[in-house]
């Protein structure tokens, strides 16, 4: 993978490794680039270009090797081992989290909890042990954690970050409002619920407009 591969690039990798990963499972040995387009939702040039990005091309009339290409896509985002997990957090997302049976066949199995909360210190989630935040520094180094994910609140994140980042971790993943101050060799990605919900409104309020005849008001507050 000699190419710098963009962030859009990165953020279609996933669509196409479940796409592959459905394919394989059907027995599909070889696919074209129009077929694999049309399972994840993109323009087959945009496909084409992308697995390029990663040194990975087809055979005229015969199409990509449905094994070969998965292996190296899955590869490339480094799904192809175990990146072991924390969540702080240990509320009703933070369990949820724990309780998603999506996220270790995927590769990324979450071996520990924190909260500062005693009422849930010490309980297990999903066979998964809920410690007291305190014992961060301590644990997640010897389990060999570098995948992190923030489920507290806004205020707290910035704090959870911080002794993340002091314990090795170098991707975090943030369901807290707010950005995050980490060293430039720390990844952060942030989900926010609440402006997805908002991009869905938009295209529902579109896609409603449109069937209306009525179009987009441009020039409201």
């Known amino acids: ?22 394919l394989a499972a059907d027995d599909v040995v070889s696919v074209s680039s129009g077929r694999l387009a049309r399972e994840v939702g993109v323009n087959p040039a945009t496909l084409r270009r992308d697995l390029a990005t990663l040194g990975i091309t087809g055979t005229r009339g015969v199409g990509y090797d449905v094994k070969y290409v998965l ?13 072991p997990v924390a969540v702080v ?8 989290l724990a309780n998603y049976p999506g996220l270790a066949p995927r590769g990324f199995p979450v071996q520990v909890l924190f909260d500062v909360d005693d009422r849930l210190v010490g309980t297990e989630v999903a066979g998964v042990t809920v410690h007291h935040v305190d014992r961060l520094g301590e644990l997640v180094p010897a389990l060999g954690i570098t995948v992190g994910v923030i489920a507290t609140s806004a205020e707290a994140a910035p704090g959870v970050a911080a002794a993340l980042v002091d314990a090795g971790v170098s991707s975090i993943l943030s369901f807290a409002a707010g950005p995050l101050d980490v060293p430039d060799h720390v990844v952060v990605r942030r989900v926010d619920l609440a402006t997805e919900l908002q991009i869905l409104s938009f295209y529902t309020r579109r896609e409603a ?4 005849g ?6 409201e507050p």
Request: net charge negative.
């Open 1 to 22: 993978m000699d190419q710098l591969v963009s962030d859009a690039t990165v953020a279609r990798l996933p669509a196409y490794l479940r796409a592959l990963v459905d």
């Open 71 to 83: 292996f190296e896509v899955s590869v490339a985002l480094g799904v192809n081992r175990e990146w």
């Open 89 to 96: 957090g240990a509320g009703n997302l933070g369990r949820a």
């Open 209 to 212: 407009a449109v069937s209306g």
């Open 214 to 219: 009525a179009g987009v008001p441009l020039d």
